[in-house]
């Protein structure tokens, strides 16, 4: 299928993808699709009568929540309505329409497209558990007993995601000095980026009743990247017994759009096998992953070039969404419209696929030589960590746009 809108080669958001996101423009903030170089106005389109089993106001808003909310029979009407308007061979009065919703994407500035009410971060790549276990613990087993049974995960802090391109204030907090065995409080010295896929849930359930591994999709509205940045010294020394603290809560990064599991359909593959088989409210009649392409790159202030550090790919995952959603819920815990979930730092089997920089450098016992000749441990101020993730090639690609951070020093925060 294509478009009678003229579209970028190689872009992101042929009209196989369509995702959705928030967008201001002229002093107007509102729910947008992007197609090529350009953004729709969903609210633009409702008040011409486009979308009739949308709610008005639903679009007129600075988040995707109340969309989200509506469930799959309605976005995937209007995500068929969308493809109608936009596809070749329409009627050209309707292309009128959309020509005079039409904004340019460099025109409009992209808001945090979800409000997040709780955000949960897993820890599902086996690669990544099996690489940080060695580092951490190098004379034992390097998955803990509990790993194969259930996707290990914590409660993250939503206040502080943010967009694709803010400003990442590099954080202080304590860590232990290791030539005084006492902790210290500065500027973390170990400041990490983790590559992430995370799913944002559409509609919720109610308390007390878990959603099954079966009906796990029917929640789930679509997927963002996630840069889970980490602030590796504060962690180690604070999260034992406990989990992650202020060591990831200073700020989390999401792509602005939201690419619909729907456009994602056609690159589903078989998920890894499972061993042990898990308890049965884990171990669903099918297990789907989404062969997702991804990659990292670092560019340092004022380098003309950046490096890619990491590609590696979403598919092998160990503990699918579909999981990681029933087991969130199998206490009876609810989920709510625009709660976002996290895989965990997506690592491959091989040393130039892992998805942070600890595992990258050993724990920064092998720096990284960057273009530039330069090297990195950990993230210096000015760096900027740019994420991306595709699917499919050649025409048939869809993308995920950016996921962009700066760091910036503690006294320069903005
Ligand atoms: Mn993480």
């Known amino acids: 299928m294509t478009s009678w809108l003229e579209i970028p ?3 992101d958001f042929p009209i196989q993808n369509l995702p959705y996101g928030v967008a201001e423009h002229r ?3 509102g729910v947008v699709v992007a197609i090529g170089d350009q953004v729709v106005d969903l609210a633009a389109l409702a008040a011409a009568g486009t979308f009739p089993d949308v709610p008005p106001g639903t679009f007129d808003r600075d988040s995707l929540d109340r969309f989200m909310a509506l469930g799959r029979p309605v976005w995937r009407s209007v995500r068929s309505r969308l493809t109608d308007l936009l596809a070749t061979g329409n009627d050209p009065r309707r292309r009128r329409q959309v020509e005079a919703a039409l904004i340019p994407m460099d025109d409009v500035t992209m808001r945090r497209p979800i409000q997040v009410g709780d955000y949960v971060d897993f820890f599902s790549s086996i690669h990544h558990a099996t690489n940080v276990g060695r580092l951490f613990r190098p004379d034992a087993e390097p998955l803990l007993p509990n790993w194969r049974h259930l996707p290990v995960g914590y409660h993250g802090r939503s206040g502080t995601i943010v967009v694709d391109g803010t ?9 232990l000095d290791p030539t005084t065995g006492r902790p210290t409080f500065g500027p973390t010295d170990a400041l990490d980026f983790e590559l992430e896929v995370g799913f944002v849930t559409g509609t919720g359930n109610v308390a007390g009743r878990p959603i099954p591994v079966d009906e796990a999709e029917r929640h789930i509205f679509g997927l963002v990247l996630v840069n889970d940045w980490s602030a590796r010294d ?7 017994p406990l989990g992650p603290f202020l060591g990831k809560s200073f700020a989390t990064t999401i792509s602005p759009w939201i690419v619909p599991l729907d456009a994602l359909a056609p690159f589903r593959v078989p998920a890894p096998p499972q061993d042990p088989e898990p308890l049965p409210h884990l171990r669903p009649r099918q297990r ?19 490096t890619v550090v990491t590609r590696t790919g979403f598919a092998d995952m160990y503990w699918t969404m579909d999981q990681q959603l029933a087991h969130a819920t199998s206490n009876g815990a609810t989920v709510r419209p625009g709660d976002l979930f996290a895989s965990g730092t997506v690592s491959g089997p091989t040393p130039d696929s892992l998805g942070c920089l600890l595992e990258l450098t050993e724990a920064g016992r092998r720096p990284l030589r960057l273009a530039d000749g330069t090297e990195r441990r950990y993230l210096h101020d000015g760096d900027t960590v740019v994420m991306r993730g ?4 050649g025409s048939s690609r869809i993308g995920f746009g950016s996921c962009r951070g700066t760091v910036v020093a503690s006294s320069s925060r903005t």
Do not use: F, K, M
Not at 288 to 306: N, Q, S
């Open 27 to 29: 002093g107007r903030t």
């Open 288 to 306: 789907l992953a989404l062969d997702i392409r991804l990659e990292v790159e670092i560019v340092p202030a004022g380098a003309a070039a950046g």
């Open 9 to 11: 080669e190689g872009t």
């Open 234 to 240: 504060l962690q180690a020394w604070e999260s034992r």
């Open 390 to 393: 595709w699917c499919g090639r």
């Open 167 to 175: 400003p990442i204030g590099r954080p202080s907090g304590q860590r």
